[in-house]
C-alpha cells in the first residue's frame, strides 16, 4: 500500500524557517517525482516546487523561488519541504504529492495527509 | 497558465452535476480532478481527460475538448459534497483551478 506520512503541525514566528518531512513507502521511491503543495486557508491548491528522488534535481515556483527547499534522502526514503523567512501569509496546509508518471499526463495520485504551519508572533 | 472553475454547482440527489474548468486550448493537455472534503487530503477521481482511478465509482466521468474540460457526476450522492480541483500541467508546474464546491442539496 502506498503511503505518503508528513511530520506534524508547526508553529514559527515571521521571519523563522519551518521543515516539513514526507516519509514515503510502499513503492520505489525513487521512480517518481515528489511534488508540494500549499493550501492557505480556505483556499485552493498551488503548486510549490518538486524533486526527482532520483538525482535530486529540483523546480520551483516562481512565487516561492529563493524561499523553499526541496530535498529527497534516498537513504530514508523521505522528501523534504523548507520555507524561510515565513510570514503571515505563509499559514496554511502543506501537502507532498506523487506524480503517478515521469511520462505525459501525469496526475498527484498519492497524497501525504497535510502538514499545518501557523506562523505567528 | 490559468484555469477556470465556477466556484459552486447545486445538485438535486440523483440528478447530474457537471462540473466545468476552463483554459486556453485546455483540450491540448491533459487534465486530472481532485475530490476533497473538509478537513481530508485531495483525492484523484478522474486522470487523463476521461480515466477513471481504481476505486472511483463509475458515476464519475471527464471529458475534455476545445478550452473546456468538464468533470460529470451521475447519479449524485450525499457523499459527492465536496470541492472539485481541475488541473493540468503548465510545463513541470502543476496548475489548479480555484476550485469548485459540490452542493448536494
Known amino acids: 500500500e502506498v503511503q505518503l506520512l508528513q511530520s506534524g503541525a508547526e508553529v514559527r514566528k515571521p521571519g523563522a524557517t519551518v521543515k516539513i518531512s514526507c516519509k514515503v513507502s510502499g513503492y520505489t521511491f525513487t521512480d517518481y517525482y515528489m511534488h508540494w503543495l500549499q493550501q492557505a486557508p480556505g483556499k485552493g491548491l498551488e503548486f510549490m516546487g518538486l524533486v526527482d528522488p532520483e538525482d535530486g534535481q529540483t523546480f520551483y515556483a516562481e512565487k516561492f523561488q529563493g524561499r523553499v527547499t526541496i530535498t529527497a534522502d534516498k537513504s530514508t526514503d523521505t522528501a523534504y519541504m523548507d520555507l524561510s523567512s515565513l510570514r503571515s501569509e505563509d499559514t496554511a496546509l502543506y501537502f507532498c504529492?506523487?506524480?503517478?508518471?515521469?511520462?505525459?499526463?501525469?496526475?498527484?495520485?498519492?497524497w501525504g495527509q497535510g502538514t499545518l504551519v501557523t506562523v505567528s508572533s | 497558465y490559468e484555469l477556470t472553475q465556477p466556484p459552486s454547482v447545486s445538485v438535486s440527489p440523483g440528478q447530474t452535476a457537471s462540473i466545468t474548468c476552463s483554459g486556453d486550448?485546455?483540450?491540448?493537455?491533459?487534465v486530472s480532478w481532485y475530490q476533497q472534503k473538509p478537513g481530508q487530503s485531495p483525492v484523484l477521481v478522474m486522470y487523463q481527460d476521461t480515466k477513471r482511478p481504481s476505486g472511483i465509482p463509475e458515476r464519475f466521468s471527464g471529458s475534455n475538448s476545445g478550452n473546456t474540460a468538464t468533470l460529470t457526476i451521475s447519479g449524485t450522492q450525499a457523499m459527492d459534497e465536496a470541492d472539485y480541483y481541475c488541473q493540468a500541467w503548465a510545463g513541470a508546474t502543476g496548475v489548479f483551478g480555484a476550485g469548485t464546491k459540490v452542493n448536494v442539496l
Open positions: 504529492a506523487r506524480v503517478s508518471t515521469r511520462g505525459v499526463g501525469g496526475a498527484y495520485d498519492y
Open positions: 486550448k485546455l483540450g491540448d493537455k491533459y
